[in-house]
């Protein structure tokens, strides 16, 4: 990651965006907010951005002095609470979907997609059994090809 003084957020989202993956802009979000307000471990950033967003579209009524800040230093920025709750979500994400975002495989909004359908199926009773046994069934197999 870049650790440069002279490189700000603004100019890392403005110009370098498109080459720069979402994972690698959390984290810049990450410093830029650690650094004005102390250490945070992630969960607490991302309830906490989580508070700012709802805020802002006005589901929540009052934020701590820490959300506030934390708030005021995202809008600063010209970043936006909902998409940097979005990022932490993503972050939360398995690896195959992880990879699927840094290789360009899916977007953004696709990857949110297949995250929540992927909470979702192993969420459900006995579902990593029945992934665990389909995935024995097809290793076992043999295809056409390998004939």
């Known amino acids: 990651m870049l650790k440069n003084e002279e490189i700000t957020l603004k100019r890392v989202m403005e110009a370098g965006h498109k080459s720069l993956d979402i994972f690698t802009k959390l984290e810049f ?48 920025n010209n970043l936006s609470p909902k998409t940097i709750y979005q990022w932490f979500l993503l972050n939360e994400a398995p690896e195959h979907i992880k990879k699927k975002v840094k290789e360009r495989k899916i977007g953004y909004n696709k990857a949110i997609s297949e995250n929540a359908k992927w909470k979702k199926i192993t969420s459900r009773q006995g579902t990593t059994q029945l992934i665990e046994e389909i995935r024995q069934v097809i290793g076992s197999l043999k295809w056409k090809s390998q004939e």
Do not use: A, F, M
Request: hydrophobic share 30%.
């Open 29 to 76: 979000v990450k410093d830029l907010i650690t650094k004005n307000t102390g250490k945070l471990t992630d969960k607490e950033l991302q309830i906490i951005v989580c508070h700012c967003w709802y805020y802002k579209s006005g589901r929540y009524k009052k934020l701590t002095p820490k959300e506030h800040e934390i708030l005021d230093t995202l809008l600063k």
